[in-house]
């Protein structure tokens, strides 16, 4: 950021000049109100008053037609009013008017893009999806080692990334910058060349390769028990590699030294074994078993001499074989949430469709002598490649996320404190996924072209357990004969964010005129009879909803209780994608309850995926309440950073700039908007 001095009020904003002569008195009148208008807006879209800002936008737009700073601040509050198509229109005449190559048009310009590429009708096209090195976690920098030999990733919702350390006797885990958080070195004896790390519910399981034996750890990498021991019998290993672990919680062991899989359940005793030849055939047993991953009733095991993936099913029973033909050494599998298998095979991360055995090349890490042993996708959507032989972690980042950056978006000014300000700040990639795990080292704030003095990073949505909740009801005359399964819901709701793990900011009844319950769970879930109607109103209802949660934690959520089905007139205020948007562009997480045993219609799945949220049916076997549970798990890029502003406040009458910068190894985004102080 290149330091230059602050730009004069006059210049700054262009409308608030004040002319003596006595021929221009109605001009200064139309400037005061402007200014006044103007005002009005900024403190009201700092409170979160959004419908109040766009008013008053509106109205210093009347007397001042065409200006551009008034222009970018009705885009903004169109923006996080989730009425995108609006906001892009103000933004494109405000860019018009500053210059589209003047430093603003350009900044601009930018938002635009990301913003209207995110409405393009178009789905993302996942074939021509290409990652490229984006950066790398080294293992040695100038003459200091942090570890040797990374042998497998295993990445957590906050960002950081445990790394196995075959070298080095240890896991250790980074942060998004790369820097060492923590260390594990396990029990007393050591760990004995860990290889393999993966997680099931609150517990680590982690290979030894030359110890024959499974560490079981707590999910914050402190050492329990073993599983396992060294030999060639039942529940022995031999050179232990991958793990796996399926939907029920059993644990798949590579056992390599002895060409086998092993299979134990979740309190380590052993089940069955499986890799030897099936004397018909069609299996020829391991030769160099490698990889491994579990899903859908299906076991597949990579052998990298082979150079092919095994398919048996969780009795060990052979099921056939995958990506004939195309690998070269296949290691380390995992499954991503879409269902594809992330395959590191020699420098190349590939992607494999188990359904119909297409194979795509995602990235390559380094050069062909170069050896890929593990990969995993973090929680920011890079590809993060243990590289044994180069003894590093290579960073593979989308393309096209490269090129476009991030999307920063300044999102409340705090000044109550003048001069101390806090600033509020959401850090999204271009498709609108958060940008968790970033820190002090990321940010850097300024206001007139100069750095910011005394900045101080004050808080990461990311780390709060604690999460904000509104409880949508549907009334519709259907949902009257589900009252019970309403209370049921909301109840187990209500009980899982009790104490010290949430807050529940409102229940909202969705009739045919929405309305805010009392807080008791059981009267707010049933309603009474004539509150369910058939003009039931499923928009206005989300959006009262929202709403609540606005002024809340940064982290939030509506669950909406509700049989699935939507009425007629569920989008007659607000359509589906602008309640999408408001949702999103607040950080709003949405959530389906389904009661009745019904299925949850198209549109509630569309905002649910456009929000990171899920649809949960009351009485599925495994229960609602662990995933309402973790529900403070979802990931979320909002971000607070303060400073002590030096500029002359003139009162509390200036309007003051704001530059926020967000940098992430190769990837930067940038945000410029402004505030009032109090007035003096």
Not at 354 to 361: D, E, G, K, L, W
Not at 572 to 583: D, I, P, T, V, W
Request: aromatic share 10%; with cysteine.
């Amino acid at each position: 950021m290149e330091p230059r001095r602050a730009a004069p009020l006059a210049a700054l904003l262009g409308l608030f000049v004040l002319v003596s002569a006595g021929a221009q008195d109605a001009v200064d009148l139309e400037a005061l109100y402007a200014e006044e208008q103007f005002r009005i807006g900024v403190q009201a879209f700092n409170r979160y008053a959004f419908n109040e800002a766009i008013l008053s936008f509106e109205r210093a737009l009347a007397f001042r037609p065409g200006e551009a700073l008034i222009l970018d601040w009705l885009g903004r509050s169109y923006y996080r009013s989730g009425m995108e198509e609006t906001a892009l229109r103000q933004w494109r005449l405000a860019a018009q008017k500053y210059g589209w190559n003047s430093g603003e048009g350009m900044l601009l310009g930018s938002r635009v893009e990301t913003v209207g590429n995110r409405r393009g009708l178009l789905p993302v096209n996942d074939d021509e999806v290409r990652y490229v090195e984006a950066g790398r976690y080294p293992g040695s920098y100038g003459g200091n080692v942090y570890y040797r030999q990374p042998t497998s990733v295993l990445p957590l919702e906050d960002g950081s990334v445990w790394v196995v350390a075959y070298g080095s006797n240890e896991i250790l885990r980074l942060d998004v910058n790369g820097l060492v958080i923590e260390r594990k070195r396990g029990p007393l004896n050591g760990f004995d060349r860990p290889y393999d790390l993966v997680r099931s519910g609150d517990r680590l399981y982690l290979s030894e390769y030359r110890g024959g034996r499974v560490s079981v750890l707590s999910a914050s990498g402190d050492w329990l028990f073993y599983i396992g021991s060294r030999g060639l019998g039942d529940g022995n290993l031999l050179g232990p590699q991958n793990l796996t672990v399926d939907e029920d919680g059993y644990l798949y062991v590579v056992d390599y030294g002895n060409r086998r899989v092993v299979k134990f359940d979740p309190d380590g005793n052993f089940i069955l074994s499986f890799g030897r030849e099936d004397g018909q055939g069609s299996f020829p047993g391991f030769s160099s078993p490698t990889g491994i991953a579990a899903g859908d009733g299906l076991v597949y095991t990579a052998d990298g001499a082979l150079k092919r993936i095994f398919i048996h099913d969780s009795n060990g029973t052979y099921r056939g074989e995958l990506a004939v033909g195309d690998l070269t050494g296949p290691e380390s599998m995992r499954f991503l949430s879409g269902g594809g298998l992330l395959v590191a095979d020699t420098n190349r991360v590939l992607l494999i469709d188990p359904r119909s055995a297409i194979v795509r090349v995602l990235g390559t890490a380094g050069n062909s002598r170069l050896r890929i042993t593990g990969v995993a996708m973090d929680a920011n959507g890079n590809l993060l490649a243990a590289n044994f032989d180069a003894g590093e972690i290579s960073v593979l980042t989308r393309l096209d996320d490269m090129a476009s950056g991030l999307f920063v978006q300044v999102e409340r000014i705090d000044a109550e404190k003048f001069p101390l300000v806090t600033v509020d700040v959401l850090v999204q990639d271009r498709l609108r996924r958060p940008i968790v795990g970033l820190d002090a080292r990321n940010f850097l704030v300024g206001e007139g072209g100069v750095i910011a003095q005394e900045q101080q990073f004050v808080s990461a949505a990311y780390r709060s357990p604690f999460i904000d909740l509104s409880i949508l009801v549907e009334r519709s005359p259907r949902a009257l004969s589900l009252r019970d399964d309403l209370e049921a819901a909301v109840r187990d709701i209500g009980q899982v964010i009790a104490g010290d793990r949430g807050r529940l900011r409102s229940i909202v009844s969705a009739g045919a005129q929405p309305q805010r319950e009392n807080l008791d769970a059981a009267s707010a879930a049933r309603g009474n009879a004539s509150d369910y109607d058939p003009n039931w109103r499923f928009d206005m209802g989300l959006r009262l909803a929202a709403t609540d949660l606005l002024p809340g934690e940064k982290r939030r959520a509506v669950v909406f209780v509700s049989s699935g089905e939507l009425s007629q007139t569920a989008f007659e205020r607000y359509g589906l994608s602008e309640l999408a948007a408001y949702l999103a562009n607040n950080g709003i997480v949405f959530h389906v309850v389904l009661v009745g045993g019904g299925a949850a219609s198209e549109e509630l799945r569309y905002l649910c995926r456009e929000t990171g949220g899920e649809v949960l049916p009351l009485y599925r076997p495994r229960g609602i309440r662990g995933t309402l549970e973790n529900l403070a798990q979802v990931p979320t890029g909002s971000y607070s950073v303060s400073y002590r502003s030096q500029l002359p406040t003139n009162f509390g009458t200036a309007y003051l700039p704001v530059e926020m910068e967000v940098y992430l190894m190769e990837r930067s985004g940038r945000d410029a908007t402004g505030y009032f102080p109090p007035l003096e």
